[in-house]
């Protein structure tokens, strides 16, 4: 038997056709035999004394977590060794796992290594993830009336350019987002709290929000690039853009890049950055990372409280790394009244497509298109976006003294 991500069992069996159909309908045992033979691989490399070992074993469990197909398709028509960086000893753990539903090879090394704690550890680092294989297939077995899909997806709204930690331009991004169908996109570079990240000032911002005015000039009824930042969260909730400086953007993603792996609770914090004037969405809240942090500890029903109230948009950031947050919070957030956006947190024109890992969570927790920002017209998140940063309010107080 094989672990699902809410903690019970699964036989590798029922992937190809219970795998799907759960995700289709939002429910929170997703067979992906994929990722688990993948795993498997992870607690192979945990347990090797040397470099060369845990390489090639990480190596081929990429590979596997990236395959288009499933892993019991290749073990039964017999072409797994044709798997790039998969060699005899990954091929051995991931047939046991299909055929016997275990791998008797890996828990002959735990045991060995008396490493146990240690795997233990590391397979919570790898909970809530979808391999392509399962993403792919939530993405295209039909869903509930309503729920968010590709058809519905308009645009990415946390991306990074060259202006900061990004490798492209703007003006590259947007059309290699047209060459995906978007017809919009939010620019979202560091801001100048988070200089190992090439963070803005101000100063630099204003001179990128010249470059997209003459872009958004040039690209006039096809496509809109809107002008965000990415704020960083401090250790007390609040960020390192002043209100007046966030007032001067479109929309602000709050996000955190510190206080990542400590175990005591931080709800304070979150439910302080989800206060703070002009924020419009949460990024990657927890701020996981795949096999290697665990991410922020939080009452996040509490949190989503909080951001339902004052519209503030929870991101599923779909990099395949942080995969931030899963299905599993996100029916959580669903149920609390939440927004949601679905972002890649792209750095590159080839991480765009990170926003399909975001969309297949969001359908697995059955989120409607409706609750999703990047689903919007132009002219609903000009207001929405108003509304975040207290402009609209402001006006509608100046016009009532008149």
């Known amino acids: 038997m094989s672990h699902d991500r ?3 069992s699964v036989t590798l069996a029922t992937h190809r056709r219970k795998g799907a159909a759960a995700a289709a309908k939002g429910k929170t045992a997703i067979a992906d035999g994929n990722l ?3 795993a498997l691989l992870y607690d192979m490399a945990a347990l090797q004394p040397a470099e060369r070992s845990r390489f090639g074993y990480k190596r081929a469990a990429k590979a596997i977590a990236g395959l288009p197909v499933a892993v019991s398709d290749l073990v039964a028509a017999g072409t797994l060794s044709e798997v790039a960086f998969v060699g005899p000893a990954s091929a051995r753990i991931i047939t046991e796992l299909v055929t016997l ?3 008797p090879t890996v828990e002959a090394a735990i045991a060995k290594g008396g490493k146990r704690a240690l795997v233990e550890e590391k397979r919570a ?5 979808l391999s392509h294989t399962v993403m792919a297939a939530a993405l295209d077995t039909p869903a509930e009336d309503g729920v968010v899909s590709r058809r519905d997806y308009r645009g990415d709204f946390q991306m990074h350019s060259t202006w900061s930690d990004g490798t ?3 003006a590259t991004m947007a059309t290699a987002a047209m060459e995906l169908g978007h017809t919009c996109l939010g620019i979202t570079d560091h801001s100048y709290g988070l200089p190992i990240a090439r963070g803005i000032s101000m100063e630099k911002a204003a001179r990128q929000w010249d470059e997209i005015d003459v872009l958004n000039e040039k690209l006039r009824g096809r496509f809109r690039v809107f002008k965000g930042i990415e704020a960083n969260i401090l250790v007390d909730g609040s960020l390192d853009l002043q209100p007046d400086e966030r007032a001067r953007f479109e929309f602000v993603v709050a996000s955190p890049h510190s206080q990542l792996r400590r175990q005591e609770d931080q709800t304070a914090r979150m439910v302080n950055a989800v206060k703070a004037p002009g924020v419009a969405i949460l990024g990657h809240p927890r701020g996981r990372m795949f096999n290697s942090r665990p991410g922020i500890s939080a009452d996040w029903d509490v949190v989503f409280a909080q ?3 004052r519209g503030v948009a929870i991101e599923l ?3 395949w790394h942080r995969q931030d947050i899963d299905y599993l919070l ?8 939440c927004l949601f956006a679905l972002d890649s947190d792209a750095h590159s024109i080839g991480e765009l497509r990170f926003s399909e890992y975001a969309i297949a969570h969001a359908r697995i927790a059955g989120v409607p298109a409706d609750r999703v920002i990047n689903c919007w017209s132009d002219a609903r998140l000009e207001e929405w976006m108003e509304e975040r940063r207290g402009s609209k309010q402001k006006a509608k107080r100046k016009k009532a003294k008149r």
């Open 6 to 8: 809410s903690g019970g």
């Open 36 to 38: 688990a033979a993948a």
């Open 101 to 103: 539903g275990s791998s």
């Open 125 to 129: 680092l790898r909970e809530g993830y």
């Open 168 to 170: 492209e331009r703007i």
């Open 307 to 309: 951001a339902a109230k």
């Open 317 to 319: 950031d779909g990099n």
């Open 330 to 337: 996100a029916k959580r957030a669903l149920d609390a009244g």
